[in-house]
């Protein structure tokens, strides 16, 4: 069945890479033009017509971010994955929300956590789990999770704090030695 | 109105006595997925307290805290994690990184109470329902191996060419090399708590992993005098306990010491005013051998503005570690390298001075103090019959007597006995001389005190290992000498401790050989101390026992090394020699 499915995109789009396939499983990339047709094809004409989730990989290294839309055919039980790669700088990826409406509410979601922009979603930007952040959406990488908790939320007091080389040095006598107290002194 | 809509309130009533999908909360939980990340656990006995997983954790969730119940110990800080659940988000990066893999995820992930302030606990010292909670997020550093990686390797010669000559075996890091293994140093300190002299370690690895040499050579010489000869040949107390030790390999601290005193031709030079005589305080001590506890203590008490004079039998200082140890593990090069750096510091070596009675009471009148530090001068006896035949000698003197220079022994066929490094030592130096090597050990090679490294390639050199065989007596022949030994069988040490060699049969092998170097360890001779000196100390199997400064309680008498009981190696001494400067510091205030 996953043949089929293959078959389809090697005649419409030659240029896919094959990224992982199983005896029901089938993984590939397109590029950002075609990902839209691809995922039309294989709701109309390859029977992969329900859309159970779609997921972002932030790969910052590349300057891109990876979209993955995880089709699933119920009748033939097979599950294919649909990736391309779109630039991480106000980044816009076409909505789905036109064609399968539950599209909506994970493209809202993309767009709280990673800031990416679904245009032709009519729900974009109403509140989905963060509510009124403000902040870098917090699933992208260049979001400084520790800088982000010790403004927000500072040091919980009263905390206790020991480092353990400090504190191993500190038992031991490490600075005791007859040269030892000067250098701490100048530390 | 619809016929649905009239029929529908009946439809409802009837499921009412059918059984509920739902879970009724809370008298039954349902189970969180086996992987599942809810509340941390820690064996605390396999919790080292490095640190790591709360130097990780990105919303500062984590700290190290005293817990009761654990005190620090050798390779253990005795802190331990305490997690704040009010900021955790269960990325469990604090698990991927354990360094023991003590720490885990349970799949418990409920926990009701009122006020935030106190969801936060101590996993495995606080008790929770949870805590003999088999499932759950486990470290799999097969497959991430954050918690441990390898060693950087370092470059040795092959065996079949080093038995050729007496180059250095380990070729030593290239700089890319070195700062690369310096830089999987995490910090934590417990290396300190193994290492006698408790050098600086996480320090100079830091000063290495950024090049910053200089730095790095002032930090040894804080607290160890001779840091190239510990860098080549220490036994390394520090890397045993190394938190990167337990899932993948221990930094190479003793060889990163190495490097960094390699990349300079003068030690002294690099510390310059850091090695000058302090400010003189008009008190004069003598210190007896020139080995690493003497050397040490000199150094530092002639930093503190003493004046040290040091007293050695040999004509070159630095002890049996340079004499004894052969040239393809501790090149001579290195002795006057560091030496130079004690002539520096002011110190006044006076070579070739036998210690005699003599010598004490003259230094007694001479000095306000006097640290001994002599260490084992006499070979110990194998007890074995025949050892007074002429062929049979003592190893340490055949090292002491710097066989590679010269020497050959061709075609020669030698039995060593003995498993420490003083046999490793002979074994390896009679095969680079041309001689076939038998190596007898009463014990397993388990059971060898010599290093594992040296063990390791002394295996690979062509050594013959003839572990446990027993001794019975050695016989002259017409060509040369019989060894004779029983195969021994291990019982068990009713005493506890190691198991006993036990002979397993009457059967007598034998071996036929030149000459035959016994290795088994060097005892005390404190004939050199005066009857009414030794009346003052405390003495114990021909050893000096001393108090936590070092001091005999014979006037103003330290000692220190091998002299006195303790570990018996280099860097050993060299704290013995640390903590007599304190305490000679101290007496003479």
Not at chain 2, 59 to 85: C, F, Q, T
Not at chain 2, 88 to 107: E, P, R
Not at chain 2, 544 to 568: C, L, R
Request: proline share 6%; with cysteine; hydrophobic share 35%.
């Amino acid at each position: 069945m996953i043949d089929k499915v293959k078959n389809g995109f090697e005649i419409r789009f030659p240029l896919y890479k094959l990224v992982r396939e199983q005896h029901n499983y089938l993984h590939v990339k397109v590029d950002m033009v075609s990902a839209m047709d691809a995922i039309v094809m294989a709701k109309t004409s390859l029977g992969h017509n329900v859309l159970q989730l779609i997921s972002t990989v932030d790969r910052i290294e590349d300057g891109v971010f990876q979209i993955t839309w995880i089709l699933e055919n119920y009748g033939a039980c097979t599950v294919l994955l649909i990736s391309a790669d779109f630039p991480r700088e106000n980044c816009l990826v076409p909505s789905l929300s036109q064609i399968w409406p539950a599209a909506s509410a994970f493209e809202r979601e993309i767009f709280e956590m990673y800031g990416i922009s679904f245009p032709g979603n009519p729900r974009e930007g109403e509140d989905f789990l963060l509510e009124s952040w403000k902040d870098t959406p917090p699933m992208r990488r260049d979001f400084e999770t520790e800088e982000y908790a010790m403004r927000v939320f500072g040091e919980r007091q009263p905390r206790e704090h020991i480092d353990p080389r400090q504190y191993v040095g500190d038992i031991v006598g490490e600075w005791n030695t007859p040269m030892g107290r000067k250098r701490k002194e100048e530390k | 109105m619809k016929f649905t809509d009239v029929i529908s309130p009946f439809l409802a009533w009837s499921r009412a006595a059918k059984k509920v999908d739902t879970i009724p909360y809370p008298n039954q939980q349902n189970p969180g997925a086996d992987r599942y990340r809810g509340f941390h656990i820690n064996d605390t006995s396999k919790c080292i307290g490095c640190g790591r997983c709360e130097t990780i954790c990105e919303n500062k969730a984590i700290d190290m805290v005293k817990v009761e119940g654990v005190d620090p110990a050798k390779g253990d800080s005795g802190l331990r994690p305490v997690v704040d659940y009010g900021r955790c988000c269960w990325c469990a990066l604090c698990i991927d990184v354990c360094s023991t893999g003590s720490l885990a995820f349970t799949n418990s992930y409920s926990w009701v109470t009122e006020n935030p302030d106190t969801c936060r606990y101590t996993p495995g010292v606080d008790q929770k329902p949870w805590d003999n909670q088999e499932k759950g997020f486990r470290q799999n550093n097969d497959v991430l191996g954050w918690a441990g990686s390898p060693r950087e390797q370092m470059e040795i010669e092959t065996p079949e060419k080093r038995i050729e000559n007496f180059d250095e075996v380990v070729k030593g890091y290239t700089i890319d090399q070195a700062m690369e293994e310096a830089a999987r140093c995490i910090q934590c300190g417990l290396c300190i708590s193994a290492c006698p002299a408790h050098m600086h370690i996480p320090d100079y690895l830091k000063a290495i992993a950024e090049g910053r040499f200089v730095d790095a050579v002032k930090l040894f010489y804080d607290n160890n005098p001779l840091p190239e000869m510990c860098g080549k040949v220490c036994t390394r107390q520090c890397e045993t306990v190394c938190a990167m030790g337990y899932q993948g390999e221990s930094i190479a601290i003793r060889w990163l010491k190495r490097f960094a005193c390699e990349q300079f031709e003068s030690l002294a030079d690099v510390l310059a005013l850091d090695a000058q005589p302090g400010e003189p305080n008009g008190k004069k001590v003598a210190v007896v051998g020139a080995g690493p506890s003497g050397l040490s203590a000199a150094y530092y008490l002639s930093r503190k503005g003493y004046e040290v004079h040091v007293y050695d039998r040999l004509e070159k200082g630095g002890g049996v570690s340079w004499y004894a140890i052969p040239e393809y593990r501790l090149p001579a090069d290195g002795i006057s390298k560091q030496m130079e750096v004690f002539e520096q510091a002011g110190v006044i070596f006076n070579y070739g001075k036998d210690v005699t009675k003599e010598l004490l009471t003259d230094l007694e009148n001479r000095f306000d103090a006097v640290y001994l530090a002599v260490g084992l001068q006499k070979p110990s006896d194998a007890r074995i019959e025949g050892e007074d035949i002429s062929e049979v000698k003592p190893a340490f003197d055949f090292l002491m007597n710097a066989p590679d220079k010269g020497q050959k022994l061709t075609g020669k066929k030698v039995i060593v006995i003995g498993g420490g490094n003083v046999a490793m030592d002979a074994a390896r130096t009679c095969v680079r001389l041309g001689a076939d090597v038998v190596l007898s050990y009463r014990r397993r090679i388990e059971d060898m005190p010599a290093d594992d490294e040296e063990i390791h390639e002394a295996m690979e050199e062509t050594i013959d290992f003839r572990p446990k065989t027993i001794p019975i007596r050695i016989e002259r022949t017409e060509s040369g000498i019989r060894y004779l030994y029983h195969e021994a069988k291990m019982v068990d040490n009713p005493k506890g401790g190691r198991p006993l060699p036990k002979p397993k049969d009457d059967v007598e092998h034998a071996v036929d050989a030149d000459i035959l170097f016994s290795a088994i360890g060097q005892t005390s001779d404190i004939e050199f101390i005066p009857e009414s000196m030794q009346k003052g100390m405390k003495l114990k199997w021909g050893r000096i026992i001393v108090n936590e400064s070092q001091y005999t309680g014979y006037k103003n008498f330290f000692a220190g090394g091998d002299i006195t009981p303790g570990e018996g190696d280099a860097i050993t001494a060299i704290a013995d020699g640390l903590r007599a400067v304190q305490g000679i510091i101290d007496r003479l205030r």
